[in-house]
């Protein structure tokens, strides 16, 4: 039978289809300026870090003595270093260290920390006590002073600092996993699952799992910033990128004891971090009021 709305020329109600949980959220989030400026400064991040040997200038490790210490110019836009290299090209080499160290590290503390939250929140009992307790352990110690050791450890590399600085994030995804599935698990559809004869894994990772997943992506976006930060801060310290790797933090190291007759070695590496930081956390901001389903963007 026809509709007064299919009569009328328009769209019958039955053909129009609901849209995606994706889609609203993606809807709402490039409804938020701050989300869609810093997708814009991370997309152009990323465009520069892939095309780095097309972007940069010059060769970002091939010293010029000739014209070291040269102020930033049309030749040199951002200056050049100690020993002459171009800090543009520096920077544009460094973004690919540093934003790959920022994703994989939250990828390393994501996947091992929702899997042991998840497997703590829903078994609970002795389970639940014994990873909890390790991981307050962990959390005992500040995040940068349990990388610093773990990167002591491991040896100074860019490896390394992934590592640490990924297992230093462990904590902080399992306890907000636990949470959110220790109030998921007590919904009618796990006790539906449950009486269907679905297993505990399926209804772990196949319902449980699926539904927790908002404030994961929303606490990994904005630890991405942080993860970052750490890498930079190791690499500072002399525990990362390894000379004559360009890396942001091991440029800014480079560029300290030169402050007063060369600023632009630290200046234009601390603003490349501040940047990128302050562009992520935007994004994860407006991912998180993209997802709660209690704002209306």
Do not use: C
């Amino acid at each position: 039978m026809e509709t007064a709305a299919s009569r009328a020329g328009g769209v019958p109600t039955s053909r129009v289809k609901p849209e995606s949980q994706l889609g609203m959220t993606v809807t709402r989030l490039l409804r938020i300026q701050g989300a869609v400026i810093g997708l814009l400064a991370i997309g152009i991040m990323v465009v520069v870090a892939l095309l780095a040997p097309m972007v940069a200038p010059y060769d970002p490790i091939e010293p010029s003595p000739s014209e070291a210490f040269s102020s930033p110019s049309p030749r040199h836009l951002m200056g050049t270093d100690y020993i002459g290299r171009d800090i543009l090209s520096q920077l544009v080499y460094g973004a690919r260290i540093s934003l790959r160290t920022g994703v994989l590290s939250v990828l390393i503390g994501l996947v091992l920390g929702s899997v042991i939250g998840l497997i703590s929140g829903f078994y609970a009992g002795m389970v639940d006590a014994v990873i909890m307790r390790l991981m307050d352990m962990m959390l005992a110690f500040p995040g940068m002073i349990l990388a610093l050791s773990i990167v002591s450890v491991l040896g100074p590399s860019l490896t390394n600092v992934l590592l640490a600085v990924g297992l230093a994030m462990v904590p902080l995804f399992a306890r907000l996993v636990r949470g959110s599935v220790l109030s998921e698990k007590e919904k009618v559809y796990i006790e539906a699952a449950r009486a269907i004869g679905s297993s505990s894994w399926r209804i772990a990772f196949r319902h449980i799992l699926p539904n927790v997943v908002a404030p994961i992506l929303v606490m990994g976006t904005l630890n991405i910033g942080r993860a970052i930060i750490a890498g930079a801060a190791l690499s500072f310290l002399g525990l990362g990128a390894q000379p004559p790797t360009p890396e942001w933090g091991a440029m800014l190291a480079g560029g300290r004891s030169y402050l007063r007759d060369a600023w632009w070695m630290s200046t234009f590496p601390g603003l490349a971090i501040f940047a990128t930081v302050l562009a992520i956390n935007m994004v994860g901001d407006g991912l998180r009021d993209a997802l709660d389903p209690r704002l209306r963007v």
